[in-house]
């Protein structure tokens, strides 16, 4: 990819009004980036989008930022980027990293957990985490205190370890795991999909936890209250379709009722890395646990033909309540590719909305 379309890209995700979901669909209208920025005064007259995107002087700030800091862009389409995080729902459509792009596509288990979590807590924590790091598999947590900070440090001293941070790259949290976040860098990789110099809020928190859920064949829970982030990346998880593990705890200490009850709702009982090892995922050939890989920005299709349309029936099959795009596609007699381009023309004129897990709505009912 040259510089210029990189640039492009970091801008149109940096435009306002430019999610992922719009990220992806305006790169299968236009091709490119670069295509998408020359027509933007026609994009931003159709609504949605801020009036001018992002400025290239900004961008390439930002850029030569995370240059300095040893790191690198990953966008969605990109050779390096991790196939199984591209299937997921609502897939960031770009983030930053520091380290090895390859252990990204590694074979992968999420951990996760209390941040006051109990001594027996984090022990298990580190031991799961040293015999799934013996077995070759990378470890994928969020930094936080407790379980978290327990299995990348563990997996530091067995093998290798993957950091998904809620802020921006140069700001650490909690700031008494900055150290901890160098050492993963240094031998595994930290991504933030927050630009840099974000500071880690409440919001980014969930978009932290569906990144390391997207990320992992499955999602190791150690401790979880009933009501916690914990459990969000546990749900988040399963509507990736991916596998689910719970550490069993005593009834008596509110911190382990959450993880209980996904045992109770069929989740894996785990005290060893065994238990994981004996049912876990091949990869994403393996379905029904994965979505299927049309899903993926594989590569980007050109642009369709100016004189394109999409079949008139085609609004008709979205209505007032969100379609997943899958069945819009049984429906109609579009390929993937111009189906894709066609919902990227409705989007920019206003008449459709995407929503994260690949489903549309009809806009002015």
């Known amino acids: 990819m040259t510089f210029s379309e990189s640039l492009a890209r970091l801008r149109l995700l940096r435009t306002e009004g430019v999610g992922n979901q719009t990220w992806q669909r305006l790169m299968h209208h236009f091709g490119s980036a670069e295509a998408a920025l020359a027509s933007w005064a026609r994009i931003a007259a159709r609504g949605g989008v801020a009036e001018k995107p992002c400025e290239a002087e900004k961008a390439e700030r930002e850029m030569e930022a995370l240059h300095r800091l040893g790191g690198r862009f990953l966008f969605i389409g990109d050779a390096d980027y991790p196939e199984l995080l591209a299937e997921s729902p609502d897939a960031p459509a770009g983030f930053a990293l520091l380290g090895d792009p390859r252990l990204l596509r590694s074979r992968q288990v999420g951990m996760v957990g209390a941040r006051n979590a109990s001594a027996a807590g984090r022990r298990v924590a580190e031991e799961i985490s040293e015999g799934l790091c013996r077995a070759g598999i990378t470890i994928t947590s969020g930094l936080a205190r407790g379980i978290d900070a327990a299995a990348h440090q563990a997996a530091i001293r067995a093998g290798r370890t993957v950091a998904v941070i809620p802020g921006g790259l140069d700001r650490p949290y909690p700031l008494e795991h900055r150290a901890l976040q160098q050492a993963i860098a240094e031998g595994g990789a930290v991504l933030a999909e927050a630009p840099l110099g974000t500071a880690p809020i409440a ?24 009501k916690s982030g914990t459990l969000i990346t546990a749900r988040m998880a399963l509507e990736a379709n991916r596998a ?61 033909a100016a004189n394109t349309r999409p079949p008139s029936e085609l609004l008709d099959l979205i209505g007032a309540n969100p379609v997943v795009v899958d069945e819009v596609l049984r429906r109609c007699h579009l390929s993937p590719a111009m189906l894709q381009a066609s919902l990227a023309d409705l989007e920019l004129q206003g008449l459709v909305e995407s929503l994260p897990g690949n489903r549309v709505v009809r806009r002015g009912l």
């Open 203 to 226: 919001r980014h928190f969930p978009k932290r936890n569906r990144i390391i859920a997207g990320l992992s064949l499955g999602v190791v829970v150690v401790e979880a209250a009933e």
């Open 244 to 304: 689910i593990y719970a550490v069993p705890g005593s009834p008596l200490d509110p911190r382990c009722r959450g993880s209980n009850n996904l045992l109770r709702q069929g989740a894996y009982l785990t005290e060893t890395a065994a238990d994981i090892l004996d049912n876990l995922p091949e990869g994403p050939s393996n379905a029904p646990l994965f979505r299927p890989a049309s899903r993926a920005v594989q590569a980007l299709p050109p642009a369709p």
